[in-house]
Nanobody, 123 residues
Framework: VQLQASGGGLVQAGGSLRLSCAAS????????MGWFRQAPGKERDFLAG????????SYTDSVKGRFTISRDIRKDILYLHMNSLKPEDTAVYYC?????????????????WGQGTEVTVSS
């Protein structure tokens, strides 16, 4: 499975971005997917996860109400809609495909990772 993340960039605080993650190769059908981020000098943190069908989502507290995860299973694309961005959202954002059906906040539950897309939020 290859995951290609895109959509990052420079945005002012309060702005919005939409990240995309295109899956190719062996299908990720049936498995959850998630978004993580890693700021310089920090660990990679879970942001949001979604089941294959999209009926169950999970978010970390810091992004609830601001970020929305979704997926288009026909196109095999995962999205992260980010609103009300803050300077502390600056990081490299990674998409990942899980080994599990339900979304997990645990890194080791994800076995395929995209290359990351950088998001910079200026104050």
């Amino acid at each position: 499975v290859q995951l290609q993340a895109s959509g990052g960039g420079l945005v002012q605080a309060g702005g919005s971005l939409r990240l995309s993650c295109a899956a190719s190769g062996r299908t990720v059908s049936g498995y959850a997917m998630g978004w993580f981020r890693q700021a310089p000098g920090k660990e990679r943190d879970f942001l949001a996860g979604i089941t294959w069908s999209g009926d169950i989502t999970s978010y970390t507290d810091s992004v609830k109400g601001r970020f929305t995860i979704s997926r288009d299973i026909r196109k095999d694309i995962l999205y992260l809609h980010m609103n009300s961005l803050k300077p502390e959202d600056t990081a490299v954002y990674y998409c990942a495909s899980s080994k599990t059906v339900l979304p997990s906040a645990t890194l080791y539950q994800y076995n395929y990772w995209g290359q990351g897309t950088e998001v910079t939020v200026s104050s």
